[in-house]
């Protein structure tokens, strides 16, 4: 089993940058990822990192703006969230494989945390 515990959410201005993290408990040697969840919308992935942290992936509509990464001695990863648009509000979820592969889609992932509000205003 694995417990994810998503911190770091907030309120920030368009332009403004955040930090998310998830802490990890359990076997963590696991590919991970983030998705998020907008008001009345599908949850989308954002953005994953392979097991061994060789691998990364991201959704277009955050390329270039947010980078992922992991400590695995310290059973975390990061979503660094850098030029924040007002579309990037949702709850962010951080998630776990059962594999050591980058994953794209919700199926991919067998565990979630709770999630972690973010708001940017405009």
């Known amino acids: 089993q694995v417990q994810l515990v998503e911190s770091g959410g907030g309120l920030v201005q368009a332009g403004g940058s955040l930090r998310l993290s998830c802490a990890a408990s359990?076997?963590?040697?696991?590919?991970m990822g983030w998705f998020r969840q907008a008001p009345g919308k599908e949850r989308e992935f954002v953005a994953a990192?392979?097991?061994?942290?060789?691998?990364?992936s991201y959704a277009d509509s955050v390329k270039g703006r947010f980078t992922i990464s992991r400590d695995n001695a310290k059973k975390t990863v990061s979503l660094q969230m850098n030029s924040l648009k007002p579309e990037d509000t949702a709850v962010y979820y951080c998630a776990a494989r059962t594999g050591v592969l980058v994953g794209l889609i919700i199926s991919d992932y067998a565990y979630w945390g709770q999630g972690t509000q973010v708001t940017v205003s405009s």
């Open positions: 359990g076997r963590t040697s696991r590919a």
């Open positions: 990192i392979s097991a061994s942290a060789d691998r990364t």
